[in-house]
């Protein structure tokens, strides 16, 4: 039953904007951002020629001369749309179905899961550009605060609410590694859904990500290396091969083929998708018993986590000066983790079994509780600087 009104609740919220995929929020201007220091491309891609409420724009005359191919294709870009805006609702779709028959997902293993991950930040690397990280430079303290907030405040958190709730030393582990992870790819998607800061967003996505070649290894071994067996080297190893290299690879991509780039942008939000999907459906069918038999004991601390981390990542700055656009856009980023790469972390160089666990049910809290923030703010109009609420907002 509770189920069932999750998925209700998720459609309806969900199914009032066709929001574009990650890959379009980078040329999609926001309008409701002011003195961004990141300003976004105003360039509208034909199949993506949105408004930011989610209706389409009228038609060009020209686009009525277009052939059935070029039809096709803009149906197409609107089903992908539609697919990747109603992530969370496959989430839960995904989750529930490998719980019921975790055998459905024996065929996915850990070298399928390690690509579909890499696939995943091969995405992230064909849309970045050097100037993205030169960008950073231009206005750091923001995205240096939610670097702190992703690699001091939640491992502090998670193991906190871990100790708070009993958890066994191996799940206390798994916790930790929750939240000694980077920000996860999802986050770019709710940010433009909340009308946060979408380059902003991507920024701190990646700083993240890179940080996590040396944070998440450090973190593990100086906090859980006394408590679990801890292969900090191999999680430096598995970092760079998952997340450096994909990455580096689109990057390079991006510069030296931008015409390739581009071709093979428009297929990679369905290839997102269905990567995460599998990647949740995998990890939680690997571990569906102990998810169950753990009970609220693990689920309570798991959703705190993302849920107090986004609380403190939205009033921390509000706190100390910044504005509504980036406070939205860094407690989303706080409250969402690249939770799928935790659980490939724990198989690989934990020695404990149920270590894995908690990963796996972050994975789904994380996409729920990052998408319900998205959506109730998305529906709270953002105020200029007069106070005022711009027209449309």
């Given amino acids: ?32 951002v002011s003195k ?42 609107r089903t992908a749309n539609v697919a990747t805006t109603l992530f969370p609702l496959w989430t839960v779709i995904f989750t529930v179905w490998a719980l019921k028959a975790p055998s459905d997902f024996a065929w996915f293993t850990t070298e399928y899961f390690t690509a579909g991950l890499a696939a995943l930040m091969l995405s992230m690397g064909i849309t970045l550009t050097p100037k993205d990280f030169a960008d950073v430079a231009k206005e750091p303290k923001s995205v240096f605060m939610q670097f702190l907030l992703c690699y001091g405040m939640m ?22 590694l929750v939240g000694s992870i980077n920000g996860g790819q999802a986050s770019n998607l ?66 030296f083929f931008p015409k390739f780039v581009k071709a093979i942008l428009p297929i990679t939000p369905v290839v997102g998708v269905l990567s995460t999907c599998l990647l949740v459906a995998s990890a939680v069918a690997q571990v569906a018993d102990p998810i169950i038999n753990a009970g609220l004991a693990l689920q309570i ?30 407690a989303i ?19 404990e079994y149920a270590a894995r666990v908690p990963s796996a049910v972050s994975v789904v809290w994380m996409a729920l509780t ?18 005022d609420i711009p027209a449309g907002k």
């Fill in 333 to 351: 980023e706080t409250s969402m983790k690249s939770s799928a790469f935790g659980f490939l972390l724990a198989k690989l160089h934990f020695g």
């Fill in 155 to 176: 491992p502090v958190l998670a193991c906190a609410l871990g100790k708070m709730c009993g958890l066994n030393t191996s799940l206390l582990a798994g916790m930790v």
């Fill in 36 to 77: 961004s220091p990141f300003p976004i491309s105003t360039t509208y891609p034909s199949e993506l020629r949105m408004t930011d409420a989610g209706a389409a724009v009228e038609p060009a005359p020209d686009e009525e001369k277009k052939g059935f191919g070029a039809k096709l294709f803009d149906a197409y870009s």
């Fill in 190 to 255: 709710c940010t433009y859904i909340a009308r946060g800061n979408v380059a902003l967003s991507v920024l701190m996505t990646t700083a993240t990500t890179v940080g996590a070649i040396f944070m998440t290894p450090l973190i593990c071994k100086a906090v859980l290396g006394t408590v679990v067996p801890v292969d900090a080297l191999g999680i430096a190893r598995s970092t760079l091969q998952v997340v450096l290299a994909p990455i580096a690879l689109g990057m390079t991509a991006n510069q």
């Fill in 301 to 330: 601390p798991v959703f705190l986590l993302h849920a107090v981390g986004g609380i403190v990542g939205y009033w921390l700055p509000r706190l100390t000066g910044y504005d509504e656009v980036t406070s939205r856009t860094m």
């Fill in 370 to 387: 990052g998408s319900m923030l998205a959506v109730i703010w998305r529906y709270i109009p953002i105020k200029d600087e007069n106070g």
């Fill in 1 to 32: 039953m509770r189920i069932s009104l999750v998925v209700a609740a998720l459609m309806l919220s969900f199914g009032e904007a066709l929001v574009p995929s990650f890959h379009s929020l980078r040329t999609i201007v926001n309008p409701t």
